[in-house]
C-alpha cells in the first residue's frame, strides 16, 4: 500500500513538476525574448526615422487619423474626469475647511497625473488596438509583402509614420484633455458655488507651476511613442490568419496600457529625483 | 534562348519541417512555366523565396542575372522593379482607392510627371478591362475584380518577370478561364517570362508552355502539358483526370 502510494506520488511529481518548472522558465524566456524583439524594433524605427526619403504625406495622414479623430472622444473624457473629480473631491476639502483651495487641488491633480494617463489610457484603446488590427490584417492579406516586392519599404512606410504620429499626437491630445478638463473642474465648482471663470483660473495658474506641467507633457511623449510601437510591433509581428488580428488588437492595448503604468511609475520616481 | 530566372537546389525549413527540398528549374524569356502541386506542397513558399521574401535555407535564386541572396536591399528593391507579384489574395491596399493601388509601385519614380502617371494607370486598367473601377475601393470589387486590379497593379511597371501565386484559385470556372486567357494576352503583350503556380489543370493548360510538378518539396516530373497528361507515373497522370 506504502509502496503503491510511494509509486503514484513519484508518477504524479513526474507528470506535474517537472512540466511545472519548466513552464515558469518558459514564460520567462518568452517574456525577455520578447520584450528583446520589442527593443530591436523600436531601434529600427529610430534607423529608419532619420533615413531618407520622408514618408511626409503618410504621417500627416496618419497624425490626422491618429490625433484629429480622437478629438471627440479626448474631450468627452476630458470634461467628465474634470467634472467628475470636482464633484468627488470636494466633501473631503468641505470637511476640512478648505474649499477655495478646490480649484487648484483638482487643478494639480488633472495637469500631473490624470490628464496624461487617462488620455494615454484611452488613446492605447483607440489607437493603439487600430494600429495592431490594422496592420495585423494587412498581414494576413499580403498587402506588407505586397509593398516589400514593389520595392517599398513597408517598415518605413507603415510603422515609422505610424509611431511618430503617436507619439507627436498624444501630447497634444493631452494638452486638449488638459485644458477641457479643467474647464470641467470650473463647472463642477459652479454646481455648488459661485466662483467667477476669472477667479478660477486665476486660482489655478496662482498654485500651478512650470515643474507640475513640463514633466506631465515629457511623459506623454514616452506614452505615444509606446502606444504607437506596442500597437505597430504586434500588428507587424502577428501570426498570419484572420485569428492573428483580434490577438494583435488586444495584445496591443492590454501591453500598452500595461507599459503606461510602468512608465508613469518610472517618471514619477525620476522627476521626485530633481524636484 | 535567354534564361531570365534560375531556381537552384533551393531547400527551406519551419520549424524542422522541410517544405522544399531542393527545387531546381530555369525559366527562359517570354515563356510560361507552371509550377503545379497540391495545396500546402510549398508551391507560396517557393514563389516568396524567388521575390526575395523569404530566404532559402540552402541554395540559390538567380532573378535577371542577380543572385537574390546578394544583393543590398537597395539593390533588390531596383531587381523587385523588374519583377511582378500576383498575391493569392490580391492582395490591394484596402485604405486606397483602385487609382492609388496602381500609383503606389509608380511612387518613388519621377513624381513630377504626372499626365504621365496618370496614362500608365488607365492603360494597365485597360489591359484588364476594368477602366470603370478606377475611383472604386478594393471592399466593392468582386474576387475576379480584385485579381484583375491586382493583375493590373503588377503590370504598371512593365516588368520582365511575373511571378503569379495561385491566380484563378476562389474564382468560378468562367472567371477562371477569363483570368488565364488574360494571363496569355499579357505574355503575348509583354513577352514578360511568367511563373504561373497553381493546382488548377484548367489553367495549366490554357496558359502552360512548360510544367513542373511539385511533390513533398522536390520537382516530380516536368515537361508540356501535354507530355505530362500522357505521364507513365500513375500519381502524375492522376492529376489531369
Ligand atoms: N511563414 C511560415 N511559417 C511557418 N510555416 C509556414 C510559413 N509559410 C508556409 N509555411 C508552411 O509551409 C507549408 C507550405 O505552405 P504554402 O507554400 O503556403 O503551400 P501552398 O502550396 O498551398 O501554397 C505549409 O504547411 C505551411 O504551414
Ligand atoms: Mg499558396
Known amino acids: ?104 487641488m483638482v487643478a494639480i491633480s488633472i495637469i500631473r497625473e490624470i490628464g496624461p494617463v487617462i488620455t494615454a489610457l484611452i488613446f492605447a484603446g483607440k489607437v493603439g488596438s487600430g494600429i495592431g488590427a490594422e496592420l495585423a490584417s494587412m498581414k494576413a492579406t499580403e498587402q506588407i509583402d505586397a509593398m516589400e516586392v514593389s520595392g517599398i519599404n513597408p517598415f518605413k512606410y507603415l510603422v515609422v509614420t505610424r509611431i511618430a504620429a503617436a507619439t507627436i499626437m498624444l501630447p497634444v491630445l493631452v494638452i486638449l484633455a488638459d485644458a477641457v478638463s479643467l474647464y470641467g473642474a470650473y463647472v463642477g465648482v459652479n454646481l455648488k458655488g459661485d466662483v467667477s471663470f476669472h477667479l478660477f483660473f486665476l486660482e489655478v495658474f496662482a498654485k500651478l507651476s512650470f515643474t507640475d506641467v513640463l514633466p506631465a507633457i515629457i511623459k506623454t511623449f514616452f506614452f505615444g511613442f509606446a502606444v504607437g510601437s506596442i500597437g505597430c510591433y504586434r500588428g507587424y509581428h502577428a501570426s498570419q490568419g484572420t485569428e492573428g488580428v483580434g490577438v494583435a488588437s488586444n495584445a496591443a492595448v492590454v501591453q500598452g496600457s500595461l507599459t503606461i503604468f510602468i512608465l508613469d511609475m518610472v517618471v514619477v520616481q525620476i522627476t521626485s529625483l530633481f524636484i | 534562348m535567354e534564361i531570365v530566372a534560375e531556381v537552384n537546389r533551393i531547400t527551406k525549413s519551419f520549424d524542422n519541417r522541410e517544405v522544399l527540398k531542393g527545387i531546381d528549374f530555369k525559366i527562359e524569356k517570354g515563356e510560361n512555366l507552371v509550377v503545379f ?200 497522370r492522376s492529376f489531369f483526370s
Not at chain 1, 76 to 81: A, K, L, P, R, V
Not at chain 1, 88 to 101: I, K, N, Y
Not at chain 2, 141 to 164: F, V
Not at chain 2, 226 to 232: D, G, N, T, W, Y
Request: contains cysteine; glycine residues 6%.
Open chain 2, 37 to 236: 502541386g497540391k495545396s500546402g506542397s510549398g508551391k507560396s513558399v517557393l514563389i516568396k523565396c524567388m521575390a526575395g521574401l523569404l530566404s532559402p535555407d540552402d541554395g540559390e535564386v538567380i532573378m535577371l542575372g542577380e543572385k537574390i541572396a546578394d544583393l543590398e536591399t537597395h539593390e533588390l528593391n531596383i531587381i523587385r522593379k523588374r519583377i511582378g507579384f500576383l498575391f493569392q489574395s490580391g492582395a490591394l491596399y484596402d485604405s486606397m482607392t483602385v487609382r492609388e493601388n496602381l500609383e503606389f509601385p509608380l511612387r518613388d519614380l519621377n513624381q513630377s510627371k504626372k499626365d504621365e502617371i496618370d496614362s500608365l494607370v488607365v492603360e494597365a486598367l485597360e489591359n484588364v478591362g476594368l477602366k470603370d473601377a478606377i475611383d472604386k475601393m478594393p471592399s466593392e470589387l468582386s474576387g475576379g475584380m480584385r485579381k484583375r486590379i491586382g493583375l493590373a497593379r503588377t503590370l504598371i511597371l512593365k516588368p520582365e518577370i511575373i511571378l503569379y501565386d495561385e491566380p484563378t484559385t476562389g474564382l468560378d470556372p468562367i472567371t477562371s478561364k477569363e483570368i488565364s486567357e488574360l494571363i496569355l494576352d499579357i505574355q503575348k503583350k509583354y513577352n514578360a517570362a511568367s511563373v504561373i503556380i497553381t493546382h488548377d489543370v484548367e489553367c495549366a493548360r490554357i496558359t502552360a508552355n512548360r510544367m513542373v510538378i511539385i511533390k513533398e518539396g522536390v520537382v516530380v516530373a516536368a515537361g508540356t502539358f501535354q507530355e505530362l497528361s500522357k505521364s507513365s507515373d500513375q500519381w502524375v
Open chain 1, 1 to 104: 500500500m506504502a509502496i503503491e502510494l510511494k509509486i503514484k506520488v513519484s508518477a504524479v511529481s513526474k507528470a506535474v513538476g517537472k512540466p511545472f518548472e519548466n513552464l515558469y522558465i518558459k514564460t520567462l524566456r518568452g517574456f525577455f525574448e520578447e520584450i528583446t524583439r520589442l527593443t530591436l524594433f523600436t531601434f529600427r524605427f529610430f534607423k529608419e526615422l532619420v533615413k531618407p526619403p520622408y514618408e511626409v504625406n503618410e504621417f500627416l495622414k496618419q497624425a490626422y487619423l491618429i490625433g484629429y479623430k480622437s478629438i471627440p472622444l479626448v474631450v468627452i473624457t476630458g470634461f467628465i474626469m474634470g467634472l467628475v473629480l470636482t464633484i468627488q473631491s470636494r466633501p473631503t476639502l468641505v470637511e476640512f475647511g478648505a474649499e477655495s483651495w478646490l480649484p487648484a
